[in-house]
Structures are given as C-alpha cells and as structure tokens.
C-alpha cells in the first residue's frame, strides 16, 4: 500500500510517514472497507488532553497579571512560582510538542520550512529561555528584571500554544476521518459476499475470491455483487444509488448491472465483467478520494507564500 499526503498529491512513499514539504501525516491512498483505528488520531488526541492537564493550571498561574480575579497570589510562594510552571510547562512542551520539533527539524534539514518550523522556533525558544530565568536569573542584565527583579518567564505561551495547535491537529485529523467513514460507507453498499454459480451447485464465497468471467446468482432483494452482464433471467434494480433515479430499471438478458446496486423482486445469473478496484463503484470511491486531495489555486498561492512567509519571520 502507497500513502499521499493529503495536502502535497505528489508526496509517495511506500509506507506510513511525515510529508517532508508540511510536516503533515500522509494517509493511504486507497479506501479500503474495513479500517483500524487511526494511530495518529490516537496519538494526537492523548497528547492533547494530557496538554490541557498540564496547561490550564499554568494559565491559571499566569492569569493573574491580567485577570485579578483569577490571582494565584498567595497560594505560591514567588520563589517556588518559576519552578511550579517549569515543572507544569516540561511534559507539555517536551512530550505533547515532540512531534512539532520533529517536523519542524525535519523542514530545516529538507528546507521546506513551514508552520511546523515556526512553532517549533517559537515554543521551543521560549521554554529554554524560561528555564534560564528560573535557573539561573543572575545570567540576565538589569534591564531583562522586573519591579522585584524577577526575570519574566513563558512557560504560559510555550504551553497553550502547543496544546492549541495539538487541538486543531485533533479536529483536523477527526475531519479527514470523517471523509473517509463517508467513503467506506460507499463500499459498504456492496454484499461481502457472492452466489458462485457451478456446475455441482450455487456456492458462497468472498467478494474478493469473484473473478471476472464467474457466473453468480442474484436473488430477490440481494445487492448486486460486482459490475457485468445479465446471463439468464430478468429482474428490476434499484440504480438511485448511480443516477439518483428511484424508479427501478428492468433488466433482462444482455442488460449491464452495478455492484452495488439492489436487485428487485425477479432472481438472474450474471456473468461478472468488473470486480474489485474495477467495479464502478470503487472508482468513484478513487475519483473521491483524489479530488479530496487535490489541490485549489488557492492552496498554490498559499504555498508560494508561506516559502516567503517563514523565513521572513525567522529573519
């Protein structure tokens, strides 16, 4: 199996890994029917609720600057404070955002700098920097101190900023999941199973054991299994799901039938012509799948953009 990423088509790689161009998961390139669990989505959904553990006690801490109505003033002592965010801020910064450090590196070492770059730059910046505030206060001038000779601390902004960008990883991740539910409950339309017709008797056997040429047996109210001809019999079938037509189509000897698609009242035997990724139906499962990850004008333009973009902000 090949994986795409769903924002660079032209990004391949023979198995699961980081789009080298934006640092995004790539993600199969065929819909198969049955789907495990999306590890990333896992992966991502853990950090993220294991971020906002760690991070809402942080803005808590750090709310009373601006909000005196949420003042931790008291509960800690100002000494301890700086160590209590360190100690808050380093499963979030160093385990919840190790996936960003990686691919923001990763877009250094490639040169295709990226969001992933930035946040990296950012967060990771304002962790170190913090922790030379805490640990060693007296490597900073005067003019870096405060009222009481306090060097300010980011711990707040390293957090909440990894912990928000985990989140649209999460919704981001959840949408593309969706799109791909959508889908396989397109092939789902067609039976996991076919009537092989042979000459001792009709067998069942998997969708996936019908070859092209094999005479099947299509009964009252059955989907039809795979896309050919009608070989003996006749019948109605239901083709809405295809041209959106309820009134069910007759069909006779000679007449084309779809996988997919609901036999009415009559039994036949049809000769398949189209089975597995051929059928119909799986191709425009694939012409989905593909416009999904096409990409608009826009998206270009974005691009074009953002080469600018980035390393204007580094610089």
Known sequence: MTYTCPMHPDVVSDGPAACPICGMALEPTTISAEAPPNPELVDMTRRFWIGAIFTLPLIYL???????????EGLVEAPFLGWLKLALATPV?????APFFARGWAS?????????TLIALGTGTAYV?????VVAPGLFPPAFRGAEGQVEVYFEAAAVIITLVVLGQVLELRAREKTGDALRALLDLTPPTASLVEADGDRTVSLAEVRVGARLR??????????????????????????????????????????GTLNGTGSFVMTAERVGQDTLLAQIV????????SRAPVQRL????????VPAVVM
């Open 218 to 259: 299509v009964r009252p109210g059955e989907k039809i299994p795979v896309d050919g001809v009608v070989a003996e019999g006749q019948s109605t079938a239901d083709e809405s799901m295809i041209s959106g037509e309820p009134v069910p189509v007759e069909k006779t000897v000679g007449d084309r039938v779809t996988g």
């Open 129 to 133: 920097f913090s922790i030379l505030a």
């Open 302 to 309: 974005a691009d074009q953009v953002a080469g600018y973009f």
């Open 93 to 97: 910064v160093l385990w919840c955002g």
């Open 62 to 72: 750090g709310a009373g600057r601006f909000l005196p109505v949420f003042s931790s």
């Open 108 to 116: 250094v070492v490639t040169r295709n700098l990226n969001m992933f």
């Open 286 to 293: 694939r012409m989905v799948a593909d416009a999904q990850r």
